[in-house]
């Protein structure tokens, strides 16, 4: 796909979060730098930008970024009124669990009754309180399946960073909020997802009490990463929806290459990550590289809604808005006819 210069957006942006996605392999691959390059359009990764922009991975205040990765800021940068349309999601289970102490009688979902539970204290801003978003829809789940309620336990506030970081090269990535106030006993258990997490609870010696992605339902793994939305800034959508399309249809091929590619995943997925090659088949399984691809389901369009609801309701958006009219299907509709003509013309 030949992107063409233009005065006004002369720079794609793209920002992912460190998990498991199809334009995180077309960026590690080369692909997206080299689509844009070969152009005339630059190109720049939000990770590997100073403070100033990084900053944008959570309000999306930028023209000509390209996002995936967590909902829960993507919804809250929407919600402020930022001018941005979702353009595709993924779903990729990434080992949510409720974990406890080894010593500790909570082995599954009914005994959280009465639990001291650590929820992670609100950020800078809504968006970039994901931590606390996330800990409190596992928990959700979690006593849901156990015929619970918030009303059941005491919700425990933990320390959390108040401005987590996005830079690809920062050591101080967590996904283990809480870790430390449940190895001192302040609080019974806490809530942790993807690989790092795996690791952190095996060296400190913690069980999982209840495995959500052990859970038949959809719905009861809902939360930041599942669904996982890709956003764009509506100017660049507007005046530059070649960009946008070329983006989609790298990504589409790099799921195709993953999909045949494991050993390459799995590399990258540990530099990504900071975890090693058990973390990352814990936290995502032995098959995850099959299930890349982009869609805008109705199924997964109805699962986002969930989590909008959820959001809402618990204060992590400044306002509710209408999500089929966030949605623009038109461009991964061409991105998807685009690789297929390709494919036509090379068999």
């Known amino acids: 796909m030949t992107?063409?210069?233009?005065?006004?957006?002369?720079?794609?942006?793209?920002?992912?979060?460190?998990?498991?996605?199809?334009?995180?392999?077309?960026?590690?691959?080369?692909?997206?730098?080299?689509?844009?390059?070969?152009?005339?359009?630059?190109?720049?990764?939000?990770?590997?930008?100073?403070?100033?922009?990084?900053?944008r991975h959570f309000d999306h205040h930028l023209s000509g970024l390209i996002r995936e990765g967590g909902n829960v800021p993507a919804l809250a940068a929407r919600a402020s009124g930022s001018p941005t349309r979702l353009i595709g999601l993924t779903w990729i289970d990434e080992a949510q669990a409720i974990l406890v102490r080894g010593d500790s009688d909570?082995?599954?979902?009914g005994l959280l009754a009465g639990a001291r539970i650590g929820i992670p204290a609100w950020a800078a801003d809504q968006a970039r309180?994901?931590?606390r978003a996330m800990a409190l829809h596992g928990f959700a789940s979690a006593l849901r399946l156990g015929e619970l309620s918030f009303a059941d336990v005491t919700l425990v506030e933990v320390a959390t960073t108040a401005a987590p970081e996005v830079r690809t090269a920062s050591s101080t990535r967590n996904t283990t909020w809480g870790v430390e106030?449940?190895?001192?006993?302040?609080?019974?258990?806490?809530?942790?997802?993807?690989?790092r997490a795996q690791e952190v609870?095996?060296?400190?010696?913690?069980?999982?009490a209840v495995d959500l992605d052990s859970t038949a339902s959809l719905r009861d793994r809902v939360n930041n990463g599942t669904p996982r939305p890709i956003t764009v800034h509506a100017d660049?959508?507007?005046?530059?929806?070649?960009?946008?399309?070329?983006?989609l249809a790298e990504s589409l091929r790099a799921a195709d290459w993953a999909a045949a590619?494991?050993?390459?995943?799995?590399?990258?997925?540990?530099?990504?990550?900071?975890?090693?090659?058990?973390?990352?088949?814990?936290?995502?399984?032995?098959?995850?590289?099959?299930?890349?691809?982009?869609?805008?389901?109705?199924?997964?369009?109805?699962?986002?809604?969930?989590?909008?609801?959820?959001?809402?309701?618990?204060?992590?958006?400044?306002?509710?808005?209408?999500?089929?009219?966030?949605?623009?299907?038109?461009?991964?509709?061409q991105a998807r006819a685009l690789v297929a003509a390709q494919k036509g013309t090379e068999e």
């Open 3 to 55: 992107l063409i210069a233009d005065s006004a957006i002369d720079t794609l942006w793209y920002t992912r979060c460190p998990v498991p996605t199809a334009s995180g392999l077309a960026n590690s691959l080369g692909w997206l730098d080299r689509t844009a390059n070969e152009s005339g359009v630059r190109f720049g990764v939000l990770q590997d930008a100073g403070p100033e922009l990084a900053v």
């Open 106 to 109: 909570i082995r599954e979902a």
């Open 129 to 131: 309180s994901f931590p």
């Open 181 to 195: 106030s449940l190895l001192r006993g302040d609080v019974d258990a806490i809530y942790v997802k993807g690989a």
């Open 201 to 208: 609870a095996r060296e400190h010696g913690l069980v999982v």
């Open 236 to 247: 660049l959508l507007e005046q530059r929806p070649d960009i946008v399309v070329g983006f």
């Open 261 to 333: 590619n494991i050993d390459e995943v799995r590399a990258v997925l540990q530099t990504e990550t900071q975890s090693g090659p058990e973390g990352v088949v814990a936290a995502y399984g032995e098959n995850f590289h099959t299930g890349l691809h982009l869609s805008l389901s109705d199924e997964r369009v109805d699962l986002l809604g969930m989590q909008k609801q959820f959001l809402y309701a618990h204060g992590f958006l400044a306002a509710d808005f209408d999500l089929q009219s966030w949605v623009a299907h038109e461009p991964l509709e």
